[in-house]
């Protein structure tokens, strides 16, 4: 008996050190004169490096009419240089042992290869050419045209539930460019004209609009010499100025209905505009969103899936963004069950956390998972280098990789409790009814 609590003991020193380790990371960070933000971390623990480069740019910095150019972007800087042939960028990485790849969201554009560590150079070589020339013409747009068009059609237009989130935003947003998804509209590239491209990736494409990080085996001081043979020579653009665009209070509830042609089993979705990511208010709502939500556990899973048996599906998530995010909350009927029954259930619950405060064993439960998923976040080169440039732009201070656990640590019961009553009433709310679409609609 007393090796077993001995050995629990012991288990538990050792997973609570490696989570206080996994929590520091250590780096270093500068500007090359050009702008350049620099982040560098050493991790010799693996022969693996991430190179990646944060443009601080998303289809929030497009115009009204020119939608989709942000993710356009993500594929055509991947056409070539001028010292790279067209199809050849990616051919260099997976050639040399490594992976690539790029997303975009609202806010920013992201690229990055992981690569065995003697391919340093490589990487660095592959981002400076894409920052510096690429080969930006009519064969290249058309190219990727196409495959955006594709991609559309694929993950979008024939997904069941594709337009969801499309159709939740449209309604929420109305001044702020988070109204269109990064996909953008098809038509508007079709419109757009090659110098709006170039004149696209010229503004927003630069040294002083960018983070690039590294991370992984790696030399620091190696490195910033590298970092400079390859970028310093790069100009520097004119300053960015982000959008600052301001929505004014959602008062009533909205209600509406969307149709889609490939689902059978309708959706209903309840959504709130909610802060953006970097403050204290989102953090607390990922945590609720865990509460409600998060595993079989969880109290809506609990009660609607397997209690009641009146859904299929649901769940709540925190949809942060930089200047805003969005709380929704969805179900999936199971047997015949109506649209407004799942509503209503999904309002006690709610109702519970403005109410009453969650139990000490709820609370306890949500730090281990906060805790666990902050641990598993940063188990990555990649992973690393991404919350180090997030920390760096969405909060202004790249020690935030190491704040952030501390942080939520600090919401309080009573915090859940007053957050989830600031932001997710009827009243500051849309509801959509996402209904299978019939022929003749």
Same mark, same amino acid.
């Given at each position: ?28 960070? +500068? ?13 010799? %623990?693996? $022969? ?23 993710? =356009?972007? @993500?594929?055509?800087?991947? @056409?070539? %240089?001028?010292? /790279?042939?067209?199809? &050849? ?48 013409? &009519? ?6 045209? &196409? ?30 460019? +988070?109204?269109?998804?990064? /996909? ?20 927003? #494409?630069? $040294? ?13 001081? &190696? %490195? ?6 390859? =970028? ?7 300053? /960015? ?25 309708? *959706? /209903?979705?309840?959504? #709130? ?30 009660? *609607? ?23 929704? *909350?969805?179900?999936? $009927? ?28 709820? #609370?306890?439960?949500? *730090?281990?998972?906060? @805790? ?19 920390? +760096? ?49």
């Amino acid at each position: 008996m007393h090796i077993k609590k001995a050995l629990s003991a012991g288990i538990f020193f050792c997973f609570a050190v490696l989570t206080l380790q996994a929590q520091q990371v250590k780096f270093t960070e +500068y500007n090359l004169p050009n702008g350049l933000h620099v982040i560098l971390h050493q991790d010799k %623990t693996a $022969p693996v490096v991430a190179v990646t480069v944060f443009y601080h740019v998303g289809s929030k910095n497009e115009l009204v009419g020119r939608t989709g150019f942000a993710h =356009f972007f @993500e594929h055509l800087l991947f @056409e070539g %240089t001028d010292n /790279i042939k067209r199809g &050849e960028f990616s051919k260099y990485v997976s050639s040399n042992g490594g992976q690539d790849n790029a997303t975009t969201s609202q806010d920013r554009t992201f690229y990055y290869e992981v690569f065995p560590s003697n391919q340093l150079k490589l990487g660095l070589w592959l981002e400076s050419e894409r920052m510096m020339h690429p080969v930006i013409n &009519e064969v290249g747009v058309k190219t990727q045209n &196409e495959v955006v068009k594709e991609e559309k059609r694929m993950r979008v237009d024939n997904q069941p539930y594709g337009h969801v989130v499309e159709q939740t935003f449209t309604k929420l947003f109305t001044n702020h460019p +988070y109204h269109w998804q990064p /996909i953008g509209s098809m038509a508007d590239l079709d419109a757009a004209k090659l110098d709006e491209f170039r004149d696209f990736f010229k503004k927003y #494409y630069i $040294p002083n609009n960018a983070v690039l990080t590294i991370a992984g085996d790696i030399n620091i001081d &190696e %490195t910033k010499q590298l970092v400079a043979a390859y =970028f310093g020579d790069i100009p520097k653009g004119p300053a /960015i100025v982000q959008p600052s665009i301001m929505e004014a209070p959602i008062t009533r509830e909205i209600i509406d209905t969307g149709y889609d042609a490939n689902i059978k089993i309708p *959706m /209903i979705i309840a959504s #709130y505009r909610t802060p953006g990511l970097a403050t204290h208010d989102s953090k607390v709502l990922e945590l609720v969103s865990t509460y409600l939500s998060g595993g079989a556990s969880s109290k809506l899973y609990k009660k *609607m899936v397997d209690d009641k048996k009146n859904a299929l599906q649901v769940g709540a998530f925190n949809y942060a963004l930089e200047d805003y995010g969005a709380y929704i *909350m969805y179900a999936l $009927p199971n047997n015949n069950n109506t649209l407004p029954v799942l509503l209503s259930d999904i309002d006690e619950e709610v109702k519970k956390v403005q109410t009453d405060l969650i139990s000490e064993q709820d #609370y306890k439960k949500l *730090m281990n998972k906060a @805790e666990n998923g902050f641990v598993s976040n940063n188990t990555s080169m990649l992973g690393v280098a991404g919350n180090l440039s997030d920390a +760096y732009i969405y909060n202004r201070n790249t020690n935030y990789i190491n704040d952030e656990l501390n942080d939520i640590r600090k919401i309080t019961r009573e915090e859940i409790r007053s957050v989830a009553r600031k932001y997710l009433n009827k009243n500051q709310r849309v509801v959509l009814y996402y209904l299978p679409k019939s022929s003749d609609q």
